[in-house]
């Protein structure tokens, strides 16, 4: 994407090129569209548009969690392939949204198991029918309830799903080895969430995921989120879930106060900031007061 703005830029003088500040020119020059770093063990991650992915690379396989678009999971399959001459074993979405699952296609007769969570196949399939875009997935093959492991080389995936929250099939993928354990959108670090009451979201429970997921991972774990408002900051630790807990329950409170004091859903969309809430930012700030006004008074569920 930078090489086609740069493009497009290139067409201005030469002033206005001096004008740019270095760190613009450094970043056009140098940087591919998408990014890939090694967090521990074998495990990275992939980040262009959308969701953040995870992928391991052991001896006997390669493993990836979410897919983004399809667009980006060619990227990705592409830098993979130059790194590890091994087959794919396992695809897993961390929850159906297309920023994490769309992708799953480009994955179709190479990868040999898709995994996720039932809620999140047919979420996937109910959005699909829905687009009439069934002709572009690729479905999970083997879904899950509580509970899924896999083991490869030295590696064991285990996923864990504790609720509804983001929607209600969000897992949380853990590398035991590397101790990495991958969110998926139960954490928007910094930036307002998105809450799918469409596909079964509670923000009430998001909360008492996070704390399941609290008590479940120690303090070495280190977490991946789907996203952030820094793009540096797609990874973190409990410290971060506490902080996305928090931002929740100061949501749910300032809600509810005004819902008590008589606002209307308009009203409350209206607010441009949460009290207490200083670290969360970016563009959807209703997105998230929307949802909790309609589950705080019981609204019907968007179909
Ligand atoms: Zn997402
Ligand atoms: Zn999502």
Redesign the pocket.
């Known amino acids: 994407m930078r090489r086609r703005s740069f493009i497009r830029h290139s067409s201005l003088g030469l002033g206005a090129i001096s004008l740019m500040n270095k760190n613009f020119l450094t970043s056009i020059f140098t940087d591919d569209p998408w990014k890939m770093k090694m967090l521990r063990n074998d495990v990275g991650i992939f980040t262009e548009k ?2 953040t992915i995870a992928y391991l690379l052991s001896k006997k396989g390669i493993v990836v969690v979410d897919a983004e678009f399809p667009e980006q999971a060619q990227h990705l399959i592409g830098e993979l392939k130059k790194q590890s001459d091994k087959p794919f074993e396992l695809l897993m979405n961390t929850h159906h ?1 297309g ?2 699952s769309s992708g799953n296609i480009a994955f179709k007769g190479i990868v040999k198991e898709v995994a996720a969570h039932s809620n999140s196949l047919s979420n996937q399939q109910k959005v699909a029918v829905k687009q009439k875009t069934e002709d572009k997935q690729l479905y999970p093959g083997t879904t899950y309830g509580e509970s899924w492991s896999y083991k490869i080389d030295k590696e064991h995936i285990r996923s864990y799903y504790f609720g509804p929250a983001h929607t209600d099939g969000d897992s949380i993928i853990h590398f035991q080895h590397a101790n990495i354990a991958h969110m998926g ?1 139960l954490m928007f670090n910094r930036r307002w969430a ?1 809450i799918d009451r469409s596909a079964g979201a509670s923000v009430k429970n998001w909360i008492t995921v996070l704390d399941k997921a609290l008590s479940t991972f120690d303090n070495e774990t280190l977490f991946v989120f ?2 952030a408002f820094d793009p540096e900051k797609v990874t973190g630790s409990k410290e971060d879930l506490k902080a996305m807990q928090d931002y929740l329950s100061k949501m749910i409170v300032f809600v509810d106060g005004q819902i008590k004091a008589g606002k209307s859903k308009d009203d409350v969309l209206k607010e441009k900031s949460i009290p207490g809430v200083t670290e969360w930012q970016g563009d959807g700030i209703e997105r998230g007061l929307q949802a909790t006004y309609e589950e705080l008074t019981d609204a019907p569920r968007p179909s």
Request: negative net charge; hydrophobic residues 10%; glycine residues 34%.
């Open positions: 959308g969701g949204h920023d994490h959108d998105f789907g996203h």
